[in-house]
T-cell receptor
Framework: DTEVTQTPKHLVMGMTNKKSLKCEQH?????MYWYKQKAKKPPELMFV???????INESVPSRFSPECPNSSLLNLHLHALQPEDSALYLC?????????????FGSGTQLSVL | AQSVAQPEDQVNVAEGNPLTVKCTYS??????LFWYVQYPNRGLQFLLK??????LVKGSYGFEAEFNKSQTSFHLKKPSALVSDSALYFC???????????????FGAGTRLAVHP
């Protein structure tokens, strides 16, 4: 299994809603990442978990709350989002080797905030 | 500061012709360089990487890239383009400020490759 699975594929939410994005991998990777990507732009790193501990938070607003309940799962909890938060949210994972390891990406969740 | 630059927003090439997608980098020390491809409404897929060793790196789907230290470049190439190669291509460099079990990448702006029949 060399897949990173993200659910849901599409999400529409209002600014007062609470929702969660889910990411799962079964490759034994111990680093997991959340990226945000606007149309025709490069992905922007949001969070990195290494061995289930938050290692990087790229000054992301608190309306985005990551969670890594175990080594296979990564969640992104959303609350009180703004329309400008509409984007493709990508999850990725990589081997514990670190520096030169490639990232495996999921297909993403296309989020629309109304 | 470390960065990668992709000078072309779009590259157009006829099917069967060779293609080149350009990338230059700015890194202190030895760079770890990557190429990823993104098809519409999909995540990024790894194509190839340069860490050390041979300057010509071969990757997936017939792509290769040449690391040139004197020109600080890492151009992506393919001898014969296919229509199915049409996609968005990202060059990336590992951020050397971060270490410890993960790989923080700095992505270029991306180049859209359009291969015409």
């Amino acid at each position: 299994d060399t897949e990173v699975t993200q659910t849901p594929k599409h999400l529409v939410m209002g600014m007062t809603n609470k929702k969660s994005l889910k990411c799962e991998q079964h490759m034994g990777h111990r680093a997991m990442y959340w990226y945000k990507q606007k149309a025709k732009k490069p992905p922007e790193l949001m969070f990195v978990y290494s061995y289930e501990k938050l290692s990087i938070n790229e000054s992301v607003p608190s309306r985005f709350s990551p969670e890594c309940p175990n080594s296979s799962l990564l969640n992104l909890h959303l609350h009180a989002l703004q329309p400008e938060d509409s984007a493709l949210y990508l999850c990725a994972s990589s081997q514990p080797g670190g520096a030169g390891e490639k990232l495996f990406f999921g297909s993403g969740t296309q989020l629309s905030v109304l | 500061a470390q960065s990668v630059a992709q000078p072309e927003d779009q590259v157009n090439v006829a099917e069967g012709n060779p293609l080149t997608v350009k990338c230059t980098y700015s890194v202190s020390g030895n760079p770890y360089l990557f190429w990823y491809v993104q098809y519409p409404n999909r995540g990024l897929q790894f194509l190839l990487k340069y860490i050390t060793g041979d300057n010509l790196v071969k990757g997936s789907y017939g792509f290769e890239a040449e690391f040139n230290k004197s020109q600080t470049s890492f151009h992506l190439k393919k001898p014969s383009a296919l229509v199915s190669d049409s996609a968005l291509y990202f060059c990336a460099v590992r951020d050397r400020m971060f270490s410890g079990g993960y790989n923080k990448l700095i992505f270029g702006a991306g180049t859209r490759l359009a291969v015409h029949p």
